[in-house]
T-cell receptor
């Protein structure tokens, strides 16, 4: 079955540092890939997405590129802020059926001033 | 556009009781999915409903059940509660068809079983 493996946390960075959170996946077909973010006390919200190989998703300074050859979707940001502190989830869904998405375990990011 | 609304936000139950959680999806969304989030297991898929029919089911015991109404609102029920059922239960809605797989989550219902 489908699976998502993401870098274990927690990750602690200083403000303006470079961020990378690794994510690799296993899927039977051609999935869409997502990064969701969860702030304390809230549900998950979509950060960015990519629906086919070589697509780059971007939002709020975060980027991730869909790499089919390495089955990866690593999240990057050039300069993190304290407000980026949250839990980040990598996820995939097969075809048009978003309902049964598969999530990684989440990576907790703490950014210190 | 109103987001996904879950009620109640917090609840405390004792072992053996049952609980019903409610989810109102974004207007126009026909798919509602439920996930269990715990510190040890992460996000686990429970089930998905589309047009009042269960379309997918995760690996949870039969004590976990759900349904969807004609207005797309959904409920999930957990019977004979166990301590291990303590978790954040997240509801997510999506268009259900011809979309790229994006889920819209509610803030969750935090269940504590004593």
């Amino acid at each position: 079955g489908d699976s998502v493996t993401q870098m274990e946390g927690p990750v602690t960075l200083s403000e303006e540092a470079f961020l990378t959170i690794n994510c690799t996946y296993t899927a039977t077909g051609y999935p869409s890939l997502f990064w969701y973010v969860q702030y304390p006390g809230e549900g998950l919200q979509l950060l960015l997405k990519a629906t086919k190989a070589d697509d780059k998703g971007s939002n709020k300074g975060f980027e991730a590129t869909y790499r089919k050859e390495t089955t990866s979707f690593h999240l990057e940001k050039g300069s993190v802020q304290v407000s980026d502190s949250a839990v980040y989830f990598c996820a995939l869904s097969e075809g048009t059926n978003a309902g049964k998405s598969t999530f990684g375990d989440g990576t907790t990011l703490t950014v210190k001033p | 556009k109103a987001g996904v609304t879950q009620t109640p936000r917090y609840l405390i139950k004792t072992r053996g009781q049952q609980v019903t959680l409610s989810c109102s999806p974004i207007s126009g969304h026909r798919s509602v999915s439920w996930y269990q989030q715990t510190p040890g297991q992460g996000l686990q898929f429970l089930f998905e409903y589309f047009s009042e029919t269960q379309r997918n089911k995760g690996n949870f015991p039969g004590r976990f059940s759900g349904r969807q109404f004609s207005n797309s609102r959904s409920e999930m029920n957990v019977s004979t509660l166990e301590l291990g059922d303590s978790a954040l239960y997240l509801c997510a809605s999506s268009m259900g068809q011809t979309n790229t797989g994006e889920l819209f989550f509610g803030e969750g219902s935090r269940l504590t079983v004593l």
